[in-house]
């Protein structure tokens, strides 16, 4: 199970230009001061975990380049996961001209626990004090010299949003690149293990020429992290333990420590409580808050949210909302843009005539290309434009982590992590996005059970498709504004059969091919944070619903001239979609769908949009209805080829259960490093599908 | 052996000092970089819908902690 470890390279357009690392704990908006730093656009949203890879991008300021590295959050730089090594590394040997320490001012004290821990380190260090506003809101106010003053570093406060805070803090860079700062040591540790740092320093310091901290070094090498080990000896070239006189000394000094009754055991939990104990001491005389108030809202809000009796309800409700307001907000515009696009279509065939196209190339152009951007760009585009800044919002708020301890109890009985729940709800919007963020999981048989089952959380490329169908098959004869609350909820019971298939198969995984008990975490909720909702709809928009509209239309405009072809090229006076779709169709007809169905879902493999567009050219090369410019208009169509309620059933079921989109396989390939899982995180969705889909037909057809 | 209390047994509301970390492994190093270290203060906040895990207030930040892990956290 060989995890990707992106190594960082860094892309500077200039030999003079400076890197500055941004480093901090998870969630304290470091990608927000990123962002607004250099103008890129990382996704931000209030859940820890959300920059799983390393980003860059240029500040310029003042006639020179910044090239700005976004790390992934972390707690301390005592690694544990593949993506807090990475963020150590770039911190020790990243060649870094300055690292800017982010911090929420809400909970300085742990954040000034990985202050000291790079302070240690490094050199050039800023403190960013973040989240000012949300501080003095609870009555928390900061002595910014003080705390400057005692960390022996400068201190800028911010509110990331704010562009004058930035440039404050971008003046501070400046100014610490011109002049260095002499450093003292910062954490004072026992007697003993002081005493065993001065041991081995000369020796280090004589061998070790290169620019790095040699008492933090020392510290390491007597605690002997592996990792950061091998690491060091890639840095510096050589491997150091093998050098006979520092052995020798390292083993004097382990002894020093032995002989004042420190173990190795005990070295690193002594080390790590110094450090926290010297992190409170710092915020004691410089923090201060009122306890009274500070937090109340916070878990009035929880208790709601999270109680016994209205924790789970209330999710249901929340999701059933969003995909109300989608459905309804989504119907208007989806007529308009139809009746638009084939009042255009119309324009088109007789313009493309006027100037006497051939047939053929009409056919590709109109029937092929056209029909299916249209289809595409009509369907797809306003419920995405609706869902993206609604659960964005959610996101922000700082709802996502509340869903995951929700529900971790049940992942738990699953033997997973309930930071699933968090990557399903990235895939809401896009399952490779939802694979990639399975880096939050740190167990990494964990971690694959939450890729394999990413699947089942349908993406937006499968949601038009699920509303389409439910709209058409079943609420037909529900009248009114009722219309589309009963739509709203019968989607809301797909996606919660698609959770609890998630369930299922992690069971199954967990006593299977990847067995296994739950491995231990910890889940942070951060405090509920006010969405900015103009730049959540902005950024929604042109972020996610412009670029996954951006990749359907690239996926659909070939797709579309190869189902034409194949609609139109006959061998034996049958088309050759008519020869693909009756080889498939005694297998389909199992699963309770059609050859076509079936087809449309294997061309489909690219994106999962276009699957319904097929099946339309599909039918309508059939030749029997070409005019599709309504809902009602497609159900006559998809009726009078055969469909009924259990063909809709088994179609929208078959669209939640089936093999990954093309994308999230190669991303899948790419996060596992392993030709083997990506066949697995293939195959198992695919056969969970198959096997739902025979059951429920073979039931189904009893009652029909 | 009554006197033995574990950060499982707070109760909603309660607060009470870190005594022993008995956690080993991965999850010692984590719950040590969060702060929790022996003396510690923390608050029970609340128990998510399932009973577990429950969320406590660590050096100002919202921890939920499975019962399998409060459990080896021992308290006074």
């Known amino acids: 199970m060989g995890f990707t470890k992106t190594e960082l390279i860094i892309k500077k357009s200039t030999p003079e230009d400076k890197v500055i690392a941004l480093a901090g704990n998870p969630n304290v908006g470091k990608s927000t001061v990123f962002n607004n730093l250099t103008g890129l656009n990382q996704h931000t949203g209030n859940w820890p975990g959300k920059t799983v890879s390393n980003a860059q991008g240029i500040c310029s300021f003042c006639g020179t380049n910044y090239v700005m590295v976004d790390l992934p959050g972390t707690y301390s730089l005592m690694a544990h996961s593949a993506e807090e090594e990475v963020a150590r590394d770039f911190i020790c040997f990243g060649n870094h001209d300055a690292v800017i320490v982010v911090c929420d001012a809400t909970c300085l004290e742990r954040n000034i626990n990985l202050v000291l821990q790079i302070i240690e380190i490094t050199t050039n260090v800023i403190v960013c004090v973040n989240l000012l506003d949300e501080a003095k809101k609870k009555n928390i106010v900061i002595d910014l010299d003080a705390l400057a003053q005692k960390l022996g570093v400068s201190v800028v406060d911010t509110v990331a949003r704010r562009k004058k805070d930035l440039q404050k803090l971008m003046l501070e860079v400046e100014n610490i690149l011109s002049e260095p700062y002499i450093k003292k040591p910062i954490v004072k540790y026992l007697e003993p293990i002081e005493k065993a740092i001065d041991i081995i320093e000369p020796l280090i310091n004589q061998k070790v020429n290169k620019q790095i901290n040699t008492r933090w070094l020392c510290l390491k090498l007597l605690d002997y992290d592996e990792t950061l080990i091998n690491s060091l000896d890639k840095f510096l070239g050589f491997d150091l333990l093998s050098d006979e006189e520092i052995n020798n000394k390292l083993k004097e000094a382990r002894n020093h420590l032995v002989e004042n009754g420190i173990d190795v055991k005990s070295l690193r939990d002594i080390i790590v409580s110094c450090i926290v104990k010297r992190a409170e001491d710092i915020c004691k005389d410089t923090v201060k808050y009122n306890k009274e108030t500070y937090i109340t809202r916070d878990r009035k809000i929880d208790k709601i949210l999270t109680s016994k009796l209205t924790g789970i309800p209330i999710m249901i409700c929340l999701f059933a909302l969003v995909f109300w307001i989608t459905i309804s907000g989504a119907n208007y515009p989806s007529r308009l843009l139809s009746e638009w696009f084939f009042w255009m279509e119309g324009k088109l065939t007789a313009a493309l005539q006027y100037i006497d196209a051939p047939a053929w190339f009409i056919g590709i152009l109109v029937d092929g290309v056209y029909r299916v951007l249209a289809w595409v760009i009509s369907v797809m585009l306003p419920p995405m434009a609706i869902f993206f800044p609604l659960f964005t919002l959610l996101e922000d708020l700082g709802y996502l982590p509340r869903i995951a301890f929700n529900l971790d109890k049940y992942f738990k009985k699953c033997c997973a992590c309930g930071k699933q729940a968090l990557t399903m709800c990235m895939g809401f919007g896009c399952n490779a996005v939802g694979v990639i963020g399975c880096r939050i999981i740190d167990s990494p048989r964990e971690r694959l059970i939450a890729i394999i089952t990413n699947n089942f959380v349908p993406c937006n490329g499968r949601f038009p498709t699920l509303i389409a169908v439910l709209s058409m098959f079943f609420v037909g004869t529900v009248s009114g504004a009722f219309k589309s609350v009963f739509s709203a909820i019968l989607l809301t019971v797909v996606i919660i059969f698609g959770i609890l298939m998630t369930f299922a198969v992690s069971k199954i995984l967990s006593k299977t091919i990847l067995k296994g008990v739950p491995s231990s975490f910890t889940l942070e909720l951060p405090p509920f944070r006010k969405p900015q909702i103009g730049k959540v709809i902005v950024r929604s928009i042109f972020d996610r619903t412009l670029f996954v509209l951006g990749r359907a239309v690239c996926t659909a405009a070939p797709a579309g001239i190869i189902i034409w072809l194949m609609a139109n090229i006959t061998i034996n006076d049958i088309t050759l979609l008519a020869h693909c779709s009756d080889f498939l169709d005694p297998f389909a007809q199992l699963l309770g769908l059609d050859g076509v169905i079936l087809l449309a879902f294997i061309l489909g493999l690219p994106a999962n949009e276009i699957v319904v567009p097929i099946i339309i050219m599909a039918y309508i090369s059939s030749g029997k209805i070409t005019e599709l410019e309504t809902l009602s208009d497609l159900k006559n169509l998809l009726v009078a080829n055969g469909w009924t309620w259990v063909t809709a059933i088994s179609m929208m079921l078959f669209s939640l259960l089936h093999w990954p989109c093309a994308t999230t396989c190669l991303t899948i390939k790419k996060e596992t490093q392993s030709i083997k899982w990506t066949a697995v995180s293939f195959i198992v969705p695919t056969v969970f599908g198959i096997l739902v889909c025979i059951i429920f037909t073979s039931i189904a057809r009893l009652f029909v | ?76």
């Open chain 2, 1 to 76: 052996m009554n006197d033995i209390m574990t950060l499982k047994d707070l109760k909603i509301g309660q607060t009470a000092k870190v005594k022993q970390l008995l956690s080993i492994g991965s999850i010692r190093r984590r719950l040590q970089d969060i702060g929790l270290i022996e003396g510690t203060e923390v608050e029970c906040l609340q128990k998510s819908p399932a009973g577990d895990p429950v969320a406590y207030l660590i050096r100002g930040a919202v921890i939920a902690l499975r019962s399998e892990d409060s459990v080896n956290i021992l308290i006074s």
